[in-house]
């Protein structure tokens, strides 16, 4: 089955803590991507990377890191200096094609983060 | 600031019934646009995307581009009180890659 997994599915730190979600992808696609989603908001970008190796800022990347060391794997790490990290994290892959004009993103399942 | 605006709802619409869901972008040079569907706790899934200007049809969905006015819509026919979810607009950043940016999502209820 081909698909892209997160884990966990809710998680909870204490202030002050990291804490590292993960993100796998067995769709052999380029491009990986974070998203940070709030109740009733929209998705925003975190980070992206289109090869492994290398890895983008979004919108939103203060207080969080990631690394991408393999093509499967692209974990999140939130780490203390993140004020606000109570948040639904998703993780997305697609192909990289730029001449393509319609890259679907697949999303992950999503992780609850909650600071307690 | 690129962005891309949704009304955030509720739309309610009675069981049967066209629902219509509207986008609008501010990057003229938007080249393609997508609409997820999420259900509550869930994560996004793709309905349709459409990157030509005028109808798209699949199913009992519907994708309206109009890149003058830079508009997308999403219409729903015979809408089912499965169809409950919010929908998410998202438009293709211009260059390369495939970053896409989010509108906030209109929470559609349909109701029996």
């Known amino acids: 089955d081909g698909g892209i997994t997160q884990s966990p599915k809710y998680l909870f730190r204490k202030e002050g803590q990291n804490v590292t979600l993960s993100c796998e992808q067995n769709l052999n696609h380029d491009a990986m991507y974070w998203y940070r989603q709030d109740p009733g908001q929209g998705l925003r970008l975190i980070y992206y990377?289109?090869?492994?190796?290398?890895?983008q800022k979004g919108d939103i990347a203060e207080g969080y890191s990631v690394s991408r060391e393999k093509k499967e794997s692209f974990p999140l790490t939130v780490t203390s200096a993140q004020k606000n990290p109570t948040a639904f994290y998703l993780c997305?892959?697609?192909?990289?094609?730029?001449?393509?004009?319609?890259?679907?993103?697949?999303f992950g399942p999503g992780t609850r983060l909650t600071v307690l | 600031q690129k962005e891309v605006e949704q009304n955030s709802g509720p739309l309610s619409v009675p069981e049967g019934a066209i629902a219509s869901l509207n986008c609008t972008y501010s990057?003229?040079?938007?080249?393609?646009f997508f609409w997820y569907r999420q259900y509550s706790g869930k994560s996004p899934e793709l309905i349709m995307f459409?990157?030509?200007?005028g109808d798209k049809e699949d199913g009992r969905f519907t994708a309206q581009l109009n890149k003058a006015s830079q508009y997308v819509s999403l219409l729903i026919r015979d809408s089912q009180p499965s169809d409950s979810a919010t929908y998410l607009c998202?438009?293709?950043?211009?260059?390369?890659?495939?970053?896409?940016?989010f509108g906030g999502g209109t929470r559609l209820m349909v109701k029996p």
């Open positions: 990377s289109q090869i492994v190796n290398d890895f």
């Open positions: 990057d003229r040079g938007s080249q393609s």
């Open positions: 459409i990157y030509s200007n």
């Open positions: 998202a438009v293709k950043d211009r260059g390369a890659g495939n970053m896409l940016t």
């Open positions: 997305a892959s697609s192909i990289d094609r730029w001449e393509w004009s319609y890259n679907e993103q697949f």
